[in-house]
């Protein structure tokens, strides 16, 4: 078991930037895959990005590849979405997730969720 709490939300203008915070409780922490999907009104959640165990591999949807930053900090049980030149699209409910399957971009399949922040990006 392992709980999500996400933080760093809030409201951007276009081309700025943002820094998603999920701490995770539990001592699996490292052995899980973890990831970030968004969820805009009235549209599925969709896969933001993707890390591996021990940080070493990276996956991005291509919508924000070059502008997003996935890492993790398995000491402090902590994964991070540095999220730049930030478009009004990008403006969703952005979800922590733990335990990821394959692929990874199949949000059915994943084992656990944070509660969401909320970003948005005014034009």
């Known amino acids: 078991q392992v709980q999500l709490v996400e933080s760093g939300g809030g409201l951007v203008q276009a081309g700025g930037s943002l820094r998603l915070s999920c701490a995770a409780s539990?001592?699996?922490?490292?052995?899980?895959?973890m990831g970030w999907f968004r969820q805009a009104p009235g549209k599925e959640r969709e896969f933001v990005a993707a890390?591996?165990?021990?940080?070493?591999?990276?996956n991005y949807a291509d919508s924000v590849k070059g502008r997003f930053t996935i890492s993790r900090d398995n000491a402090k049980n902590t994964v991070y979405l540095q999220m730049n030149s930030l478009k009004p699209e990008d403006t969703a409910v952005y979800y922590c997730a733990a335990d990821l399957g394959i692929p990874y971009s199949d949000y059915t399949l994943t084992g656990y969720w944070g509660q969401g922040t909320q970003v948005t990006v005014s034009s």
């Open positions: 539990g001592r699996s922490f490292s052995t899980y895959t």
């Open positions: 890390i591996s165990r021990s940080g070493s591999n990276t």
